[in-house]
C-alpha cells in the first residue's frame, strides 16, 4: 500500500485521526533526531507487533509514553487487528521485513508531517 494514500484514509477517520503529538513529544523527536527515532520504531515493532502471536495484543500499545506510540494509533499500526483491518496484513503469523519496513515508514511519515506541522 502507498505510504500517502493510505495517511490520506487515515485522516479521514474521526479516531484516527484524533491522534496528534503534543509539545513535549515534539521536543522529545526534536532532542533525539530522527534517526534515533526510526530505530525505536524498529525496535517496537519487532518486540510487540511482529510475532505470529504477539503478546497483549490488542492493548500492547501505551497511549503515551513516546511519539512511536501515538503514531501507531494513528496509523493504525497499533495491533495485529488494526493492521489487518486497514492494511490486510492477516494476522497468525510472523510479520515479513517488507511489512515490518513498510509499516515503520508510514510511522516515520506521520512523525515527520506532525514535527512539521508544528511551525
Ligand atoms: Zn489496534
Known amino acids: ?13 474521526k479516531f484516527r485521526n484524533s491522534f496528534h503529538l503534543n509539545k513535549k513529544m515534539k521536543d522529545y523527536v526534536y ?6 527515532i526510526k530505530c525505536h520504531a524498529y525496535d517496537f515493532v519487532l518486540s510487540r ?14 497511549m503515551k509514553g513516546h511519539p512511536v506510540f501515538i503514531s501507531q494509533h494513528a496509523c ?4 495485529r487487528s488494526c493492521l489487518e483491518k486497514w492494511h490486510h ?5 510472523r510479520l515479513t521485513n517488507m511489512e515490518i ?10 512523525i515527520m508531517i506532525e514535527v512539521e ?3
Open 49 to 62: 507487533l511482529a510475532s505470529n502471536e504477539p503478546i497483549n495484543d490488542g492493548s500492547q500499545t501505551p
Open 117 to 119: 506541522n508544528e511551525k
Open 101 to 110: 519496513d513498510y509499516i515503520v515508514d508510514l510511522l516515520m511519515r506521520w
Open 89 to 93: 496484513i492477516p494476522k497468525g503469523r
Open 31 to 36: 532532542e533525539k533526531g530522527m534517526d534515533t
Open 76 to 79: 493504525a499500526c497499533c495491533c
Open 1 to 13: 500500500m502507498n505510504i500517502d494514500i493510505m495517511l490520506d484514509k487515515l485522516s479521514k477517520s
